[in-house]
T-cell receptor
Framework: ETGVTQSPTHLIKTRGQQVTLRCSSQSGHNTVSWYQQALGQGPQFIFQYYREEENGRGNFPPRFSGLQFPNYSSELNVNALELDDSALYLC?????????????FGPGTRLTVT | QKEVEQDPGPLSVPEGAIVSLNCTYS??????FMWYRQYSRKGPELLMYTYSSGNKEDGRFTAQVDKSSKYISLFIRDSQPSDSATYLC????????????FGGGTRLMVKP
């Protein structure tokens, strides 16, 4: 088991609502990446935060936003939820500047939008 | 067309078999290549990574990268039932190996 934790484990929301997902990084890691994994598919990169700033973004609309806090924990916010947002949301932490190839994934938050 | 293609399987093999998992890709900027294993209801776990072309071995696992063909492979020797999982290839073009592009995953079942 990695030291990356995510909350909540499961979440059910209604279309149009807003949701906030949380991630605590592995100790000592300064970079957090968020991924969306639809059922039966590979994870898709949403964005990455390094030292509290967005450091890269995948092909996701602006209603997907995030924050990283001074303790390197992170939030993913999704506004105006759509049915297609139903997925497993994964966060991964790593240590940028030290290779960063070891991205440690959390167990994910499963979001269902009805 | 997706940037990274991976046969979804499922791939079913008997215990002890050699397993070959493969991915093809289209983006020639990719320079870091990873293999992740994902058990049901868990996050992906990094198995191996390779920089640029070549082979890398770690115990029962061997990763191969052929950048000229845009083709990567993972071989598992002496497969065990505990190897049953979904295997994801992932690639990155950035110099820290972050911001991964994943394949869709191959589900592997190793039968006792």
């Amino acid at each position: 088991e990695t030291g990356v934790t995510q909350s909540p484990t499961h979440l059910i929301k209604t279309r149009g609502q807003q949701v906030t997902l949380r991630c605590s990084s592995q100790s000592g890691h300064n970079t957090v990446s968020w991924y969306q994994q639809a059922l039966g598919q590979g994870p898709q990169f949403i964005f990455q935060y390094y030292r509290e700033e967005e450091n890269g973004r995948g092909n996701f609309p602006p209603r997907f936003s995030g924050l990283q806090f001074p303790n390197y924990s992170s939030e993913l916010n999704v506004n105006a939820l759509e049915l297609d947002d139903s997925a497993l949301y994964l966060c991964a932490s790593s240590l940028k500047g030290e290779g960063g190839l070891d991205q440690y994934f959390g167990p994910g938050t499963r979001l269902t939008v009805t | 067309q997706k940037e990274v293609e991976q046969d979804p399987g499922p791939l079913s093999v008997p215990e002890g078999a050699i397993v070959s998992l493969n991915c093809t890709y289209s983006n020639s900027a990719f320079q870091y290549f990873m293999w992740y294993r994902q058990y049901s209801r868990k996050g992906p776990e990094l198995l191996m990574y390779t920089y640029s072309s070549g082979n890398k071995e770690d115990g029962r696992f061997t990763a191969q990268v052929d950048k000229s063909s845009k083709y990567i492979s993972l071989f598992i020797r002496d497969s065990q039932p505990s190897d049953s999982a979904t295997y994801l290839c992932a690639m990155s073009a950035d110099n820290a190996g972050n911001m991964l592009t994943f394949g869709g995953g191959t589900r592997l079942m190793v039968k006792p």
